[in-house]
Nanobody, 121 residues
Framework: QVHLTESGGDSVQAGESLKLSCTVS????????MGWYRQIPGGERRKVAG????????TYDESVKGRFTLSQDKEDNSLYLQMNNIQTRDTGVYYC??????????????WGQGTQVTVSS
């Protein structure tokens, strides 16, 4: 059984920084990617950043490039998201996710419970 637990969400002012953490329990061998997703009320979960397991390649949504940094502890698969110069548009629930290959596409198989980030101007 895989469990993902996010932490670090908070209410902050625009321009401040936060660091989100995701701890992993259970076996996630064979995954193709881990990532951070954001969801706003009434919206779908959208990937903010991801790291490919095989290559270590990290990708970011255009809206966070240069401000957010994803990192991973390879020993225990913990995932982190350093959020700098946070903007009001970054408000949402942030989810940690583990993806597996489904045919030719990496798709999410496991979600955490989410952590709320609220940014005020």
């Amino acid at each position: 059984q895989v469990h993902l637990t996010e932490s670090g969400g908070d209410s902050v002012q625009a321009g401040e920084s936060l660091k989100l953490s995701c701890t992993v329990s259970g076996n996630i061998l064979g995954n193709c990617e881990m990532g951070w997703y954001r969801q706003i009320p009434g919206g779908e979960r959208r990937k903010v950043a991801g790291i490919r397991r095989r290559t270590g390649t990290i990708t970011y949504d255009e809206s966070v490039k240069g401000r957010f940094t994803l990192s991973q502890d390879k020993e225990d698969n913990s995932l982190y998201l350093q959020m700098n110069n946070i903007q009001t548009r970054d408000t949402g629930v942030y989810y940690c996710a583990v993806l597996y290959r489904d045919d030719l596409i990496c798709t999410v198989r496991h979600w955490g419970q989410g952590t709320q980030v609220t940014v005020s101007s």
